[in-house]
C-alpha cells in the first residue's frame, strides 16, 4: 500500500507570496494533520481534518489555513509569507479519528521563504 | 499545558554498545504515547505506540517502556544504520501529538 504523498517536495518563496502544499494520505485513510517542523520549534501541529472538517487546531495565526477535500486529500495555505515560514511542512494520515489511531507521516514539504 | 522533554539532546555510541533514550511527559489524560524515528530530510517514521503504566513493546533492537511519567527507548547492540533522530510524542485525546525535541542518536562503526 502506498504512503503518504506530500507535493512539492521543495518550495522556495519570497516575503508576501502565498503557498499552496498538497498532502495525499494513505488509501482507506480518513483523516489528515499537518504539523510545521523548524530547528528551534520542533514539531508543531497545525491543525487536523477528518471527513472535510477542522476538527482540531493548533496555536498558528490566520495566516495558515487547510482543506480536506471527499476523497480525503488536504491541502494546506500560508499567505503573506514571512522569513519564519521557513519549515518542513509534514502531513500525517490516519485510518480514522480515535484516540487509538496511529499517524502516519509523509516525507515532508520543505518552503524556503527569501 | 502538556509537555514532553527528551534526553539526552545528542547520543553518540559505538556500535554494539547499548543504550537507553528517555521521555519524560506531562499531560493529564494520556491517551498514547509514540515513539518515532526520522531520518534527516525524511518524514517521522512510526515505531511503537505505549497506552498504559506497564506495557512493552520490541522492535528488532528497540525496546521502548512505559511508566506513568516517562517512557524509555532501550537500544541493544545498535548498528551504524540506526543512527537518526528518535522523537517521542504523546496524545491526550483528539488527533494532536505534542512532541519532544528528539534525541539525536549516532552509531559509529
Known amino acids: 500500500k502506498a504512503g503518504v504523498t506530500q507535493t512539492p517536495r521543495y518550495l522556495i518563496k519570497t516575503r508576501g507570496q502565498q503557498v499552496t502544499l498538497s498532502c495525499s494520505p494513505i488509501?482507506?485513510?480518513?483523516?489528515v494533520s499537518w504539523y510545521q517542523q523548524t530547528p528551534g520549534q520542533g514539531l508543531q501541529f497545525l491543525f487536523e481534518?477528518?471527513?472535510?472538517?477542522?476538527?482540531n487546531k493548533g496555536n498558528f495565526p490566520g495566516r495558515f489555513s487547510g482543506r480536506q477535500f471527499s476523497n480525503s486529500r488536504s491541502e494546506m495555505n500560508v499567505s503573506t509569507l514571512e522569513l519564519g515560514d521557513s519549515a518542513l511542512y509534514l502531513c500525517a494520515s490516519t485510518l480514522e479519528a480515535g484516540v487509538t489511531d496511529t499517524q502516519y507521516f509523509g516525507p515532508g514539504t520543505r518552503l524556503t521563504v527569501l | 499545558e502538556d509537555q514532553v522533554t527528551q534526553s539526552p539532546e545528542a547520543l553518540r555510541l559505538q556500535e554494539g554498545e547499548s543504550s537507553s533514550l528517555n521521555c519524560s511527559y506531562t499531560?493529564?489524560?494520556?491517551?498514547?504515547l509514540f515513539w518515532y524515528r526520522q531520518d534527516p530530510g525524511k518524514g517521522p517514521e512510526f515505531l511503537f505506540t505505549l497506552y498504559s503504566a506497564g506495557e512493552e513493546k520490541e522492535k528488532e533492537r528497540l525496546k521502548a517502556t512505559l511508566t506513568k511519567k516517562e517512557s524509555f527507548l532501550h537500544i541493544t547492540a545498535p548498528k551504524p544504520e540506526d543512527s537518526a533522530t528518535y522523537l517521542c510524542?504523546?496524545?491526550?485525546?483528539?488527533?494532536?501529538?505534542?512532541f519532544g525535541q528528539g534525541t539525536r542518536l549516532t552509531i559509529n562503526p
Open positions: 499531560v493529564s489524560g494520556l491517551r498514547g
Open positions: 510524542a504523546v496524545r491526550r485525546g483528539a488527533q494532536k501529538l505534542v
Open positions: 488509501s482507506g485513510h480518513r483523516s
Open positions: 481534518y477528518f471527513s472535510e472538517t477542522q476538527r
